[in-house]
């Protein structure tokens, strides 16, 4: 059985999605059923991870569409699809993939527009042809990117011998439309049978690693263990491990990656220890309006996903947060990108190019 975040039924316009706030005890799904619906849904994380935000939010464009059968015109319904995919890009601000998404939907559904061989319905099937496209298409990038992580992990290793990884939060089929980014790379390696161990770190406070990866590597019987935050020095110091590989919420053109809370105390421990950090993405993930990780604005989440496990409360009454859901880490500190394209060195300073 695969593991399915995102249930779309384009015949009937159904749209479900697995409510990560409930994994791992409940596995439940909610259906959306336009586009204020797929707001909440990524605001309140019932969907995370940036591939996945964006593919939610624009089959909410095309459920909510597809409700509203009756557009004036086409310039009509290209306003309602670029003021839709405006309005879900305020859901969360750092992942770049909704931005990235209602950018290419609004170019796209311009021309359409002003094309004089499609009528309405046509216009209307062609946006939701894209949309469809990119279920199929972010599996597609993640199973490249997973077999270029492989083999740029294996290529640093004595031939034969198997490699031992970290990752941080979630990059796996939940944050995604399948199989994963850096999820994706320790897939490819398991498939191989090129994967000792893989550790994954807990992800405080929202606990994407405890309760999600988790779940995932359990599922697919990949053989894991799980750690603290505050772990990773100790892990690195004596379970040699060969590699870390995480994903990415935006990349700048410099190669500066956000990613989650955390991330940047990895790749600094990386450094200390000798361990290569990668960062895994498709290309959907890059930003190239911003010149470095300093332009990124970093979404700060409510006070009480740190203070509460579940309903009950863990810290002190009284005390204040600070929750910053994601730190960039340094192009410097990173020793390859992986994307769907190949692998990038930023951290040698010279051919970064994605
Ligand atoms: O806050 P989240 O759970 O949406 O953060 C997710 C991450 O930081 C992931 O590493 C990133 O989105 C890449 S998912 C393929």
């Known amino acids: 059985m695969t593991l399915q975040a995102i249930k779309w039924n384009r015949e009937d316009g159904k749209l479900e999605i697995l409510d990560q706030t409930l994994l791992p005890a409940t596995t439940s799904y909610i259906q959306i059923k336009g586009v204020k619906d797929g707001w909440n849904a990524i605001n309140k994380m019932q969907v995370r991870g940036a591939p996945a935000i964006a593919i939610v939010g624009s089959l909410s464009v095309a459920v909510e569409i597809l409700q509203h059968p009756n557009y004036e015109d086409k310039k009509a319904l290209f306003q309602a699809i670029k003021d839709n995919m405006n309005y879900l890009v305020t859901a969360r601000p750092t992942a770049v993939n909704m931005k990235v998404a209602a ?4 170019e796209l559904t311009n021309l359409l527009s002003l094309s004089d061989k499609l009528t309405l319905s046509q216009m209307k099937d062609k946006f939701i042809d894209n949309v469809d496209n990119m279920l199929m298409d972010d599996i597609r990038y993640n199973k490249v990117i997973g077999e270029y992580g492989a083999d740029e992990i294996l290529c640093n290793v004595p031939e034969g011998s198997s490699v031992r990884v970290l990752t941080h939060c979630n990059t796996g089929s939940l944050a995604t439309a399948g199989y994963g980014t850096a999820l994706g790379v320790i897939r490819s390696l398991h498939k191989k049978g090129r994967l000792e161990h893989v550790y994954c770190t807990e992800t ?7 309760r999600l990866t988790a779940y995932e590597l359990v599922h697919d019987k990949i053989p894991a263990t ?5 772990m990773v020095a100790a892990l690195m110091k004596t379970k040699q491990i060969t590699a870390v590989v995480v994903g990415a919420d935006r990349i700048a053109e410099n190669g500066d990656t956000a990613n989650k809370i955390g991330t940047y105390q990895i790749a600094i421990l990386a450094k200390y220890h000798d361990v290569p950090f990668y960062v895994a993405a498709s290309l959907t993930s890059k930003d190239s309006n911003m010149s470095n990780g300093d332009q990124i604005v970093i979404e700060e989440r ?3 996903e740190m203070t509460h496990m579940n309903d009950k409360r863990i810290a002190a009454e009284g005390i204040t947060c600070w929750n910053p859901a994601f730190d960039v880490t340094p192009a410097s500190l990173i020793t390859g990108i992986i994307t769907n394209f190949g692998v990038s060195k930023p951290s040698d300073g010279s051919d970064f190019v994605l």
């Open 103 to 106: 950018n290419f939907f609004t």
């Open 204 to 210: 405080r406070p929202y606990n994407q690693g405890a």
């Open 226 to 230: 799980l750690i603290c935050d505050d």
């Open 302 to 304: 409510p006070e009480r």
